[in-house]
């Protein structure tokens, strides 16, 4: 089971036909008894008990939980020799992050593509907001050619696309979900010229067979 930092995750073991038995709650990490029955059996407030009575559902909920508190929890009923059932908890963080990152180097005159991803956030975030510099990016100023697609769920993902960079178009790029911490890239706009490049060595290479020729029709 997967749980997020800070938001309360509830461990649930179903038990059928219980009978006069008991059920209880054992952290493996330090073999540490947690819970008997409705009890609580630990000095940390965050754990407690939960059950409703006539009902099949024994649970252990876990409030402010941390990531320290990952590990394996064993729900263990009283029977000789104890039968038990294991939850592996995977306590996370809220993630964001931008494709790429920390540098990304773009030709001039070509798209900028950033995607910014939001992982293991409590909920989608409502809002996104992409800057350039510390500055808000906005679609309505003169510069244009700038466009934003962003899909929620599980993982929200974000695309700031930017049409024919040029050198102001760099620096620092920021995602700033509404929920959770942002990420940031460094763009740098380069320049590149392949076809002059391609150019220049085959001037080179025209010269030097012009130069053999000449040799060679000396020494005939």
Known sequence: MTGLVGKTIQLVCRVKNLGNRTVSWVRHRDIHLL???RYTYTSDQRFE???TP????WTLRIRYPQKKDSGIYECQISTTPPIGYSVHL???EPVTEISGAPDLFINKYSTINL???VKYAPEPPSTIVWSHDHEAITFDTPRGGIS???ERGPVTSSRLLIQRAIEADA???T???SNTHSSSVHIHIVNEHPAAMHHGSGGGVAATLLTLVLLLFMII
Not at 54 to 57: I, K, L, N, V
């Open 148 to 150: 934003l697609v962003t």
């Open 54 to 57: 006539h009902t099949e559902e």
């Open 115 to 117: 995607t910014c991803l």
């Open 171 to 173: 620096g620092l790029y």
């Open 49 to 51: 008990a939960m059950h």
């Open 90 to 92: 995977n306590v996370v």
């Open 175 to 177: 995602c700033s979900p």
């Open 35 to 37: 819970t008997i029955g």
